[in-house]
């Protein structure tokens, strides 16, 4: 069974930085494309940046230079470093996993089929 557990997630101010870790298990997770996402009160879940298999990695352009998705193949750990944090990346952080082995990157969220349950990011001005 997948399972998809964030942590790192906290209140800071703004220009301020934190990483953010998946801890994955019940799949292989070196061969699946991963990603993160997030969701601000009364907005649509949004994808922030993904990662294939291979560690080719995209992201949304609001975000391009300031965040960097990594993996840890090895202890199936997801990573996403943040820096020069706004008010605006406040949010529930989530990661999420694609259904299918050697499936490409995405940041469209119908393409996942795996959650975790998200950790709070807060940023204050």
């Known amino acids: 069974q997948v399972h998809l557990v964030e942590s790192g997630g906290d209140s800071v101010q703004a220009g301020g930085s934190l990483r953010l870790s998946c801890a994955a298990s019940?799949?292989?997770?070196?061969?699946?494309?991963m990603g993160w996402f997030r969701q601000a009160p009364g907005k649509e879940r949004e994808g922030v940046a993904t990662i294939d298999f291979n560690g080719r990695t995209s992201y949304t352009n609001s975000v391009e230079g300031r965040f960097t998705i990594s993996r840890d193949n090895t202890n199936y750990i997801l990573y996403l470093q943040i820096h020069s944090l706004r008010p605006e990346d406040t949010a529930i952080y989530y990661c999420?996993?694609?259904?299918?082995?050697?499936?490409?990157?995405?940041?469209?969220?119908?393409?996942?089929?795996?959650w975790g349950q998200g950790t709070q990011v807060t940023v204050s001005s």
């Open positions: 999420a996993a694609r259904g299918a082995r050697w499936a490409g990157y995405s940041l469209a969220a119908s393409d996942y089929d795996h």
């Open positions: 019940g799949f292989s997770f070196n061969v699946y494309s």
